[in-house]
């Protein structure tokens, strides 16, 4: 195990803190320094605790961050600058295949802490990245923002994705299943939305602000990842009333294409009720005309075969087949 990281493997879930200094570059460090900036990923009780005990973080500000419903907002106090923005996340696992979660930034004049309660490629972007330089607060700052801006259109894209193979499979479908995964994307794209618009409202603050401990921003970044998240709800808005339509009108494919099967299924249980018909005639015990004649069963036979194709050939005639 890496001894620049604090991982803790809880229920087969990977929990990491990480210290990274700037140096030509990002450098993961063993331990804590002054100006470094620690990443918090998926904290156990013990790492909440260290943050709490050994960096002052208030416990609120942890539990802020860690609950999924808590919305994008800035507060600052003596210590503590802190901007929870919410980011979108990739599900590997059954259910949504995408939803959005807090992520948290805490910046102080000696250090800054990233936390999130999820494996995400914000994070795993900056450090892939490597030259985005934390001690340029504002625009550190901002880089997480628009590496978030375009995890939305990258996710918003692949959701189009989907939605597009699932209606391929509606089209041939009479069951619910597809519906099912329709409804699924359909929530992602309101947890999206819903995120975007509370992102946009922090911006729309920061851009106003004048922070001392971060400095002031750079208007023209601000300002692209501003259009950024503004195409970013345009696309998740067009989406979903394009899915919002497309659902009403498959669930009305589907609805028909039950009743064509079920007008089908009538049509052929009346069809074999006529040689059941004949048949039941003919087998009662009363005279018939046929009871002495060596071809009775055969003129039967002939007759339901007749009138079947007769009657198969009506429900032909009016597109009941």
């Not at 934390?134 to 259109?153: C, G, Q, R, S, W």
Request: proline letters at 3%; aromatic letters at 10%; glycine letters at 2%.
């Amino acid at each position: 195990m890496n001894h620049c990281s604090l991982l803790l493997v809880i229920n087969r879930e990977v929990t990491m803190i990480t210290y990274w200094t700037y140096n030509n570059g990002l450098v993961e460090s063993e331990t804590i320094r002054k100006n470094c900036w620690i990443s918090v990923i998926k904290p156990t009780p013990e790492e909440t605790d260290y943050l709490i005990e050994k960096l002052q973080v208030s416990p609120d500000v942890i539990n802020d961050i860690l609950d999924v419903d808590e919305r994008s907002r800035y507060e600052t106090d003596e210590q503590w600058v802190t901007i929870i923005l919410r980011i979108p996340i990739r599900n590997l696992e059954n259910g949504l295949p995408f939803y959005t979660v807090p992520f948290g930034i805490l910046i102080s004049k000696s250090i800054i802490i990233t936390i999130c309660s999820a494996e995400n490629d914000v994070i795993h972007s900056i450090i892939a990245n490597r030259m985005i330089d934390f001690k340029d607060l504002p625009n550190f700052v901002m880089h997480i923002f628009m590496k978030t801006a375009n995890l939305y259109h990258s996710y918003l894209k692949q959701i189009n994705i989907q939605v597009a193979a699932i209606e391929n499979d509606l089209l041939k479908s009479t069951r619910n299943k597809e519906l099912h995964q329709m409804l699924k994307m359909e929530k992602c794209l309101v947890y999206f939305i819903t995120s975007l618009k509370s992102d946009e409202i922090l911006l729309a603050r920061l851009k106003s602000l004048k922070i001392s401990i971060i400095g002031e921003f750079d208007e023209d970044l601000m300002d692209n990842v501003i259009i950024e998240f503004k195409q970013a709800m345009e696309m998740a808005n067009i989406y979903s009333d394009i899915q919002s339509g497309m659902m009403d009108a498959f669930a009305s494919v589907i609805s028909n294409n039950l009743n064509v099967v079920m007008k089908q299924l009538a049509s052929i249980t009346i069809i074999l009720m006529i040689p059941t018909f004949i048949a039941s005639l003919y087998g009662m015990n009363v005279p018939n005309h046929f009871e002495q004649n060596p071809y009775g069963f055969l003129w039967v036979l002939i007759i339901s075969f007749v009138l079947s194709g007769f009657g198969a050939f009506l429900f032909r005639r009016k597109n009941w087949f």
